[in-house]
Nanobody, 117 residues
């Protein structure tokens, strides 16, 4: 049973930074990519950053140039460095393995990010 646990969220002012972490446990298929998702109030959960097994990274336009996804060498955790945060970045952030953009495992609790103007 794969478990995902996100951490690192908090409340910051616009322009601030946060670093999110996602720790995975259990046996995960190694060919899955990893991704960060964001769910803002009243909006569907959206993939905002993805890192492939060969470390190619892809970002949603809304976060490109401000967010950086990375993974630990052991590949059991990923991170999301978020800089120049904006109020519209507020929401609950989740990580998951993805295959063809579809999440593969049960969602973790997520971590709340609140950005005030």
């Amino acid at each position: 049973q794969v478990q995902l646990v996100e951490s690192g969220g908090g409340s910051v002012q616009a322009g601030g930074s946060l670093r999110l972490s996602c720790v995975t446990s259990g046996t995960m298929e190694r060919f899955f990519h990893m991704a960060w998702f964001r769910q803002s109030p009243g909006k569907p959960r959206q993939m905002i950053a993805r890192i492939w097994t060969n470390d190619i990274v892809i970002y949603a336009d809304s976060v490109k140039g401000r967010f950086t996804i990375s993974r630990q060498m052991s590949r059991d955790s990923i991170h999301l460095q978020m800089n120049d945060l904006k109020p519209e970045d507020s929401g609950v952030y989740f990580c998951n393995a993805v295959r063809e953009e579809s999440p593969q495992y049960p969602w973790g609790p997520g971590t709340q990010v609140t950005v005030s103007s």
